[in-house]
């Protein structure tokens, strides 16, 4: 039987000649990207275990803390809020960091260097979005009709005093996780935020711990609020008149931003508050909050990092669809987020039954964590993407505007696909 084969001008077949010439080139740099993506992603899974893991122990301490939170009605509405502080002020900062290191314009000595005067900044955010904290906390315990509650000066002393102890300590990591960086040559995008995160997890608790024993004294709690509230005010003038150019700029734009960011945190711990009555019947759920908060906020951290160092330096589009890099980075996060969930649900559940916080069976609490993950990750990918791409569109700094408002969303995400799944898996 004759065997026909189609007919090519010379010009066709000259082109399919050089397609078939150029698909080995392509399938290659597909696969190097792959491979680079590889590396990147075992870097981030090693921060992100390391980092749920260790946000357990915020957990174990908010579980042991039932008494205070009993004593001191609004204090886990403040929670997430203040933990989340943290993660934002230097989730960016890292952010910013990295960028800088990527782009080849790092500098860390002299006190002009960016690196100090983003250190400089950072600290000072910490004390005023604590005190901007406290008062939105209690304005909106009050909208949300949430009785009783602590008062304003109770509010001030624990969030502005907890935020400031902790943020000496958080910053020093940074630095670090930044000195190695340069050192070993690790990628900040991929590091950084599961760092962060974990440090204020671990840091902050303990500091509004420490910062409640001040809290509902007649004399001293007005006194050391009232201060604060100066010092505060003191550094916002401060740091929008420096001559310091991108301290200056820090403080302008982040204020903003961050009071927003807060306020979405806030609406995270009301939706905490409003269930405190399961989770103080399971306290193993108190174990798991931290650290489930804490993944969907490194989860969208990492990849809104990633993204914005991808558009600053154009290895990414900012387009409507995502692009092949951006396709990458968002299918990599659900690799990153199932082992994640599933791998923080076993060990909470290990550490509340070592501890002897009561709780739901293992198969109930390793549900909840990956069944809530699982719905997180969906909105994080949607939140992360498109709320990076939209501080790209209104040319703004993905650094310093994405990553907050992305970080502050997976928050509220987090605390409500968690409670979701606590009612679907039938824990509560």
């Given at each position: 039987m004759r065997k026909f084969a189609p007919k090519f001008s010379p010009r066709e077949h000259t082109c399919f000649m050089a397609a078939r010439s150029r698909a080995p080139i392509t399938l290659r740099r597909a696969a190097a990207r792959w491979a680079r993506d590889l590396l990147a992603v075992r870097s981030a899974f090693g921060a992100l275990v390391m980092a749920a893991v260790a946000s357990l122990v915020a957990g174990l301490i908010l579980a042991a803390i039932t008494g205070t939170l009993e004593r001191l009605p609004g204090l886990l509405l403040l929670v997430p809020a203040a933990i989340a502080v943290k993660g934002n002020i230097f989730g960016a900062l890292g952010s910013r960091?990295?960028?800088?290191?990527?782009?080849?314009?790092?500098?860390?000595?002299?006190?002009?260097?960016?690196?100090?005067q983003n250190a400089i900044a950072s600290v000072g955010l910490s004390l005023v979005l604590g005190v901007v904290l406290a008062v939105m906390a209690k304005g909106t315990a009050l909208a949300f009709n949430v009785s009783p509650t602590m008062s304003l000066?109770?509010?001030?002393?624990?969030?502005?005093?907890?935020?400031?102890?902790?943020?000496?300590v958080v910053l020093a990591i940074t630095l670090a996780t930044t000195a190695g960086a340069v050192r070993f040559g690790w990628d900040l995008d991929n590091v950084v935020a599961p760092m962060v995160t974990v440090a204020g997890d671990v840091v902050t608790l303990p500091s509004l711990v420490v910062a409640a024993e001040l809290a509902g004294v007649d004399v001293l709690t007005p006194s050391i609020a009232w201060t604060l509230t100066a010092m505060a005010a003191v550094t916002v003038l401060w740091g929008l008149r420096s001559r310091l150019g991108e301290l200056r700029t820090i403080?302008?734009?982040?204020?903003?931003?961050l009071t927003v960011a807060g306020l979405l945190d806030l609406v995270a711990g009301i939706t905490v508050e409003k269930r405190i009555d399961d989770f103080l019947e399971f306290p193993v759920l108190l174990v798991l909050l931290p650290g489930y908060l804490a993944t969907a906020g490194a989860l969208g951290g990492v990849l809104s990092s990633r993204l914005s160092t991808k558009l600053h330096l154009g290895l990414a589009r900012?387009?409507?669809?995502?692009?092949?890099?951006?396709?990458?980075?968002?299918?990599?996060?659900?690799?990153?987020?199932?082992?994640?969930?599933?791998?923080?649900?076993?060990?909470?559940?290990?550490a509340?039954?070592?501890?002897?916080?009561a709780g739901p069976s293992l198969g109930g609490l390793v549900g909840v964590a990956?069944?809530?993950?699982?719905l997180a990750t969906v909105l994080v990918v949607?939140?992360?993407?498109?709320?990076?791409?939209?501080?790209?569109?209104?040319?703004?700094?993905?650094?310093?505007?994405?990553?907050?408002?992305?970080?502050?969303?997976?928050?509220?995400v987090g605390a409500f696909t968690m409670i979701v799944a606590v009612v679907v898996v039938g824990v509560a």
């Open positions: 960091l990295g960028t800088a290191i990527h782009a080849g314009t790092f500098r860390s000595g002299g006190r002009d260097s960016p690196m100090m000066a109770d509010f001030v002393v624990i969030s502005a005093l907890g935020c400031l102890l902790a943020a000496f403080m302008r734009e982040s204020l903003p931003v900012p387009s409507a669809l995502p692009s092949g890099a951006a396709r990458v980075d968002l299918a990599t996060t659900f690799a990153l987020a199932i082992p994640v969930f599933a791998l923080l649900g076993l060990v909470a559940s290990i509340g039954g070592l501890s002897g916080h990956l069944l809530g993950g699982l949607i939140v992360a993407y498109y709320g990076t791409l939209a501080a790209v569109r209104f040319g703004v700094d993905p650094d310093t505007y994405g990553i907050p408002m992305v970080t502050s969303s997976l928050d509220l």
